[in-house]
Every structure is written in C-alpha cells, then in structure tokens.
C-alpha cells in the first residue's frame, strides 16, 4: 500500500479537511445580535419575555416591538436562532403587539409623555425639533454596536471577577447620581461604563449639560447626556454603582473611642507531622477572621480537623475596626484561592477531611496583602505562586 500523506488519510476516513472560512458580519447585523441579547437579558433578569400593553414599563414594550420585528424577519430570525436557548423565536408563545402601536416618533413620544404639536398649532415649527422631543430622545438614547469593543472587555471581565471575589460591590444610587468619567453601573441588568465625558458643560437644549460615551457589557454603546443617564438610573429600582470595596479605618496601632473593635485576622503555622507540613511547614499558613479571642479559637486544635489534629502556632494577627469580618475573609481567601493547600487529613473518628483555610503562601506576602487591603489597593494585585510575589494587573 502506497504511503499516503495525512491529508489523503483523514479523506479516506471522510473527514473533510477543508477550512472553514470565519463569517464577517456586517455593523447592521452585529446590531441586531446585540439587541436580541438586549432582550435575553431583560428575560434572564425578569423571568418572562418583554410583553406589551400600558401597564407595562415603556422600555419593555420597545423590547417586545424589537423581539415583534426580528420574529418577523427571515434575515433577522437567521442570525439569532443559534443564541435563542430561550425559544424566544417560538411564534406558539408569542403574543403579538397591536398592529402600528410604534409605528411613528409621535407615539413613541406620547408613551413617554410628551404630546407632540400639530401643524398649524403657533408652537409647531417644520423641520425643527421641539424641546421636548429633544428631551424624549435623549431619554431613549438608541445604542450602537461598539466598533472597539475589545478595547473595553478587559474591563469588565475583571469588574465581573472582583465581583464575584468581594473586592467590588453594587451599591444603591442616590438620586442624581453623581457620575464621572470611569464609573461603572449596573442599569436594566447591564454593566454600563462611562468610557468619555466631555470636557466642558455646553451640550443639551439649556447648553448646561455633559456629553457622555456610555459602553455596555453586551457590545453596544450610547451617546448620551449625563441628565439623561441619571434619569435612566432613577427609573431603574434595580439600579447600582459598581464601587471597589474600602477598608475604612481597618487596621489601626490606636483606635478611636467611637471606632468599633470588629476582630482581628490570625495568621497560624502548623505544628503536625503530616509529611506535607513538614515538608512545607514555614511556607504553608492558615488565614482567618474572629470576632473573638484567636487563642480561644484554637485551644483544641489537636482534635478540630480544621486545624489538621495538631497543635498551632500563631504567627500574626492584624486588629481589624468597623469592618465587615466575613467580607474581609472571603476576600483573602479568593486572593489566595490559587495557593490553597490540597491536603486530606484523617479527623479522630477516622473520616477523611479536607481542611479549608490553608495556604501556600510566605508570611511576608500576608503582610504585604494585608497593607494593600488597608491603602486601598487590593484590587490591583494578584498573588503568583510559582515566584511567591504579588503581580500588579
């Protein structure tokens, strides 16, 4: 048999070997796949799809008209039935909208409220846009398919991340939030971030007002007023800032009299014999948050599995005041989650336990972790196991 090269091997087998080429996508369709997640979105958040009728929210039935015209579109249906894993697309569920309900600006502005003038009214002006029109617009602030977008998914990749970890949380907005450039927000159930605001206040109808480029976790982007976003951030009940978590005083040599002594972090050295310890005694550390005296939390520590059926050391403690003690825990550990140690011990009853809490990881670098929750900068900063050093990000 004549020796065959691979590509002659995989068609005997009918494997094709021809490369698909990647599909581009046109900014007109990359639209309409963003604004189909628009609406998953809104379905994930509020456990239904968007449905019409005048009790509904005005942004909800924009979704529905929009979910309306991608069903009734064979272009449209096409690029989005492989990401529908809602069944959005099943006509057997969809009730459709009244014929025409925003067929026009004029209904769409009186659904916000805005009673659009007559021709031949003395307020009517041809061609001109009224000031509440204006306004309406702003509201609405059509989004756009970001062209950059790369540029701006790190940023939320990592929001997401320090979420998740505790080292950012959502807060609840006061009225009239305050924005800057960078803020980070969660509105409608989407990540918005405030990538430029305009340097001076001469936009708006009052020529009073910033200009802002809002980016949005889906791909999209707006062009909008700051008013017009602060407005948008009232409406939404579920609205919040995405904030970096402070320590506040935190850790102090003197505390105040009005400051309040919430615990202090322990740090503990293992004296076991367990060939793993031993190994790795001076490097591997139990990290931990009390309310309450350390040495009364580990006066049996030779029968708790926690502290692996031996006897402690501790090696360091850092007084912690005005603070939350299970959100500063949770947040050493996610840091140091790389480095946990994976050991099985055996408890005093002969069942197998894996302790938590225990770690790879120098004192030095506890110490230094330590000072970064304190100045505030944790957030920028992971720990690299394998040279044992904190890596900036």
């Known amino acids: 048999m004549a020796n065959l090269s691979n590509k002659e091997l995989l068609a005997e087998l009918g494997v094709e070997t021809a490369q698909k080429k990647n599909a581009t996508r046109s900014p007109r369709e990359e639209r309409i796949i963003a604004g189909f997640e628009e609406i998953q979105r809104f379905v994930e958040e509020h456990g239904h799809r968007p449905a019409h009728g005048e009790d509904k929210d005005i942004f909800e039935r924009l979704y529905a008209t929009r979910l309306d015209q991608i069903i009734a579109q064979d272009e449209c249906r096409s690029l989005v039935e492989e990401i529908d894993h809602q069944e959005l697309l099943d006509k057997v569920n969809h009730i459709s909208e009244p014929k025409g309900e925003y067929n026009s600006n004029e209904e769409i502005l009186k659904e916000l409220g805005v009673e659009a003038p007559k021709e031949g009214d003395v307020t009517f002006l041809k061609h001109v846009k009224t000031r509440a029109e204006v306004k309406a617009a702003e509201e609405i602030a059509k989004r756009e398919f970001c062209e950059d977008f790369e540029k701006f998914k ?3 990749e990592t929001v997401q991340q320090e979420l998740q970890s505790g080292l950012r949380e959502a807060k609840l907005l006061t009225k009239n939030a305050q924005i ?37 976790d889906n791909g999209t982007e707006s062009d909008l007023l700051l008013r017009s976003l602060q407005k948008a951030l009232d409406r939404d009940d579920a609205g919040r800032r995405i904030v970096e978590l402070t320590a506040g005083p935190l850790f102090s040599d003197i505390s105040d009299d009005e400051d ?3 615990g202090t ?5 293992s004296k076991s014999d367990h060939p ?17 005296k350390v040495e009364t939390r580990i006066s049996k ?6 502290y692996l059926m031996a006897d402690v050391e501790v090696v360091a403690t850092y007084e912690l005041y005005n603070i939350n003690r299970n959100k500063l825990e949770h947040i050493l550990h996610k840091f140091f989650e790389s480095a946990k140690l994976d050991i099985q011990i055996n408890d005093r009853f002969g069942n197998p336990v894996v302790p938590k809490e225990w770690f790879l990881v120098p004192l030095f670098i506890i110490d230094e972790v330590v000072e970064k929750i304190k100045d505030g900068t944790i957030s920028e900063y992971l720990y690299d196991m394998e040279t044992a050093t904190l890596l900036s990000i």
Request: overall charge neutral.
């Open 154 to 156: 790190p940023i939320f």
């Open 180 to 216: 800057d450039q960078g803020d980070l927000f969660i509105l409608f159930g989407q990540k918005a971030y405030v990538a430029e605001l305009s340097k001076e206040r001469t936009h708006g109808f009052d020529k009073n007002d910033y200009r802002l480029r809002v980016i949005y």
């Open 260 to 262: 309040l002594s919430s």
């Open 265 to 269: 972090i322990y740090v503990l050295r």
């Open 276 to 292: 793993t310890i031993q190994a790795s005694r001076d490097v591997i550390h139990k990290i931990g948050v009390t309310g309450g």
């Open 301 to 306: 520590a030779e029968l708790d599995p926690t």
